[in-house]
């Protein structure tokens, strides 16, 4: 569903410009020297409108988070709330998720989130979805040893498409779960899921684990956009 395009955008995206990142290749190597003290660097895809972003800043502010956005319309809402909460350790930053080499320096990011994407549900479109292999690939590329993606999804499909996905880029997973908040709400939820899981819908969850790349085999080319 297409957002609505919001009133006033670039006047307020302007009031925001301190919490946005205009060019963030000139950061490639640098995003803690933003808070010099974070003990980690954390990238979430597909902000939204900022509501896990801004809550999970919010309860650890010795952690950096730059969050990615495509759409101007929710990247400004996300940006306000992290304007009003006065949070001084997230970023956000318009860029495709197949291009953070461009953006990240190799091992210079701890920790991806991928909260309810886009689920991209014909076959033709596979390579859209953000935990295809060729993207993971591309995730290689920017994560520390042992980093992680945390991937949550209402989709029961695009979730057992996701566990297939991780072990071709070399993933181990962790934490795996269709039923993520069967006892009890877990963790920092997006507008989107606590709507969903009011409704009743089940959230999957799984973490993957980045492991050394298995010898003999041949590496996967990350998906490129450009």
């Known amino acids: 569903m297409r957002m609505r395009r919001k009133k006033n955008l670039l006047p307020r995206m302007e009031r925001c410009a ?3 990142i205009k060019e963030p290749e000139a950061m490639r190597g640098k995003w803690r020297s933003l808070l010099p003290q974070a003990r980690a660097l954390r990238v979430e895809l597909g902000c939204g409108k900022g509501r896990f972003t801004c809550q999970t800043a919010a309860a650890e502010p010795d952690v950096l988070f730059v969050a990615v956005e495509r759409v101007p319309d929710a990247m400004v809402v996300a940006m306000e709330r992290a304007r009003d909460m006065e ?3 997230v970023f956000f930053l318009d860029a495709d998720a197949a291009n953070l080499q461009d ?4 091992g210079e990011v701890d920790r991806i989130y991928i909260n309810f994407c886009d689920p991209w549900p014909a076959n033709r ?3 859209r979805r953000l935990t ?3 993207l993971l690939a591309a995730y290689r590329q920017v994560l520390r040893p042992e980093g992680e993606i945390h991937f949550k999804t209402d989709n029961a499909p695009l ?3 996701s566990l297939r996905e991780f072990p071709k880029a070399a993933f181990r997973l962790e934490e ?3 039923d993520l908040h069967a006892n009890g709400v877990q963790g920092v939820m997006t507008d989107y899921e606590e709507k969903f899981h009011n409704l009743g819908t089940k959230i999957n969850r799984c973490v993957g684990i980045m492991e050394d790349w298995p010898e ?3 590496p996967i080319e990350p998906l490129q956009t450009k």
């Open 132 to 134: 295809y292999h060729g």
């Open 87 to 89: 949070l001084r350790n």
């Open 103 to 106: 953006f990240f320096a190799p």
């Open 176 to 178: 795996v779960t269709r």
């Open 216 to 218: 003999g085999l041949p």
């Open 125 to 127: 479109y596979a390579k």
């Open 18 to 20: 301190p919490w946005q």
């Open 159 to 161: 979730f057992a498409f």
